[in-house]
């Protein structure tokens, strides 16, 4: 539904950014478990001249936080409940992309997102299952049961279910912008929301909160270049830092080899430490970026690198957390190009609904290394760089990339949920389409492999590969862990006959073109 919303601003005379701003609002609506004008995103933009930006609006940490409030409040309180919650950055985000690109006015890339939630859309079995299982948290905040429970039941499928706090909210953003959302009633809404639940988040907050320009990381790779998110997002820099890696074995070990998989997850596993060690909010901390994207780095990194895992193997089971991300790739037909990550954090975010005004808050706060060496929900372990402080924005892993060919001509848009997995994914898809030359359908549906350093474990995708392969890694001392499906790329490539847009097979997202 939110993609055929992108396509029918397209068809009205909009242009990628004013389709994605579409888009991000209508997910708000019809994918309340990612979407997310209470939560924060990132997105990179390449006009069709080729001057790239970034937008960051990722969730800041409350005036009132502070670095140890979780070691007093419980692990708990940084995923579930008023505490969790990031200053939200979405509206502020998504605002700020269409008042500097887009074409259309605001009420019309609003229009859509506003209809779907004054008039409902039919809940279909994943919506529904997917309601059903967040139910246990969404039931203890009455906004939300009252919201995603009616009768205490998820709706059922082919329901039609109606958000009109929702629409409220989403008219006074159509109305007065992003002061629409950071002043007036709905500020007031969420402060209220913030007494009731002993929550930090404050008018100051609100009105100070700004999205930010950035930009992109820049990162070349046999040939093609890459653009991505820089800090506030750790994405751009940790995928940058294996591609470098990888890119001195030439030409790659075949898919699915041990070869191949034992040096991806060597060059993941010293990606992911830097990563966890350097990389914060650069308005807090110095981020070592061209040291850790130059060639040399990864020269000596990958000389580190020999026949067997460099750690002493040690299998660690790491933990894992629900679907609240979601990806969106544009591209118009002048051929300018959006690739947008947004997220929540976890399922339904902090589950807490603001009453009144009919959405969910995140739980970004679980982003930060909130107990410094204890694993978070995605079982990172993230040091002092990454430490909670008031006003600061938690390190993320989105990645929304867009790729250029040889020649300097827009290649993919390419991006997806799924925590730290999601460089990885990234990673994996540039990978196969460029060394592995898969079609994108192929190199979406590609089974995938991943390591974060922490845990230290190799996860590969449940039934991708074959015991006999597993068996071998494991003989070269990678501890391999399988486990269900990841991810939901979302991407768009081009093609000899045009655009080929590519939806997970996994998830049920879907594409929409004309
Ligand atoms: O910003 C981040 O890195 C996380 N909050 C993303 C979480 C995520 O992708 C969960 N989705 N499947």
């Known amino acids: 539904m939110a993609s055929e919303v992108g396509k029918d ?11 994605a701003v579409a888009v991000g609002f209508a997910l708000a609506v019809v994918h309340p478990e990612a979407g997310n004008i209470g939560g924060g995103g990132f997105m990179v933009i390449r006009p069709s001249n080729g001057q790239v930006q970034t937008l960051d609006y990722r969730e800041t940490a409350p005036a009132r936080a502070s670095r140890d409030m979780y070691l007093s409040a419980g692990p708990e309180a940084s995923v579930t409940g008023h505490l ?3 200053v939200p950055g979405a509206v502020a985000g998504l ?26 859309f039919l809940i279909d079995e994943y919506r529904s299952a997917s309601i059903g299982e967040d139910s246990s ?23 039609t279910f109606r ?14 912008g992003s002061a629409g959302f950071y002043r007036g009633w709905v500020a007031d809404l969420i402060v209220a929301e913030m007494r009731r639940g002993g929550g930090l988040i404050s008018h100051e907050d609100l009105g100070r909160y700004r999205a930010i320009w950035r930009d992109p990381i820049e990162v070349t790779y046999r040939g093609h270049t890459i653009y991505s998110m820089p800090p506030a997002s750790s994405g751009g820099v940790t995928m940058g830092e294996i591609l470098n890696i990888m890119e001195g074995y030439s030409p790659l070990p075949p898919f699915g080899s ?7 997850a060597e060059a993941m596993r010293r990606a992911f430490t830097d990563r966890n060690r350097y990389l914060g909010d650069p308005g807090f901390v110095r981020n070592p970026v061209e040291r850790l994207l130059s060639k040399d780095y990864a020269a000596e990194l990958r000389k580190q690198i020999g026949e067997q895992a460099s750690v002493t193997p040690k299998f660690e089971a790491g933990m894992d957390a629900g679907a609240s991300t979601t990806h969106y790739s544009v591209v118009d037909a002048d051929g300018n190009a959006v690739s947008c990550t947004t997220t929540l954090n976890n399922s339904y975010g902090s589950a807490v609904t603001v009453t009144g005004a009919g959405f969910l808050l995140n739980d970004e706060m679980d982003d ?4 410094p060496g204890q694993p978070n929900m995605y079982g990172l372990v993230q040091g002092e760089a990454n430490a909670i402080a008031p006003g600061k924005r938690m390190l993320s892993a989105m990645t929304p990339s867009i790729v250029l060919d040889r020649n300097k001509q827009l290649y993919l848009v390419v991006g997806t949920p799924g925590g730290p997995k999601i460089i990885t994914m990234v990673y994996h898809v540039i990978s196969n389409v460029i060394d592995h030359r898969m079609s994108l359908p192929q190199a979406v549906e590609a089974p995938r492999n991943h390591h974060q350093a922490l845990p230290d474990s190799l996860q590969v995708e449940e039934g991708g ?14 501890g391999t862990w399988s486990r269900g499906l990841w991810g939901d790329v979302e991407a768009i490539i081009r093609t000899p006959g045009g655009w080929q847009g590519v939806s997970d097979p996994r998830r049920g997202g879907g594409g929409a073109g004309y």
């Open 95 to 120: 605002t700020e992309a269409h008042r500097r690109y887009g074409r259309l006015p605001l009420s019309a890339v609003l229009e859509p997102a506003i209809r779907l939630a004054n008039e409902g």
């Open 84 to 86: 969790a919650a990031g």
């Open 258 to 264: 041990v070869a191949l998989m034992h040096r991806e």
């Open 368 to 371: 930060f290394a909130t107990s």
């Open 163 to 176: 958000q009109p706090e929702l629409g409220a909210t989403l008219e006074a953003v159509r109305d007065s």
């Open 465 to 478: 590969f074959l015991t006999a392969t597993l068996d071998s890694l494991g003989g070269k001392g990678h």
């Open 137 to 159: 948290r969404l039931v203890l905040f009455p906004a939300s049961r009252t919201t995603f429970l009616p009768n205490d039941r998820p709706p059922a499928p082919g329901s």
């Open 9 to 19: 601003i397209l068809r009205q005379g909009g242009n990628a950014v004013d389709a």
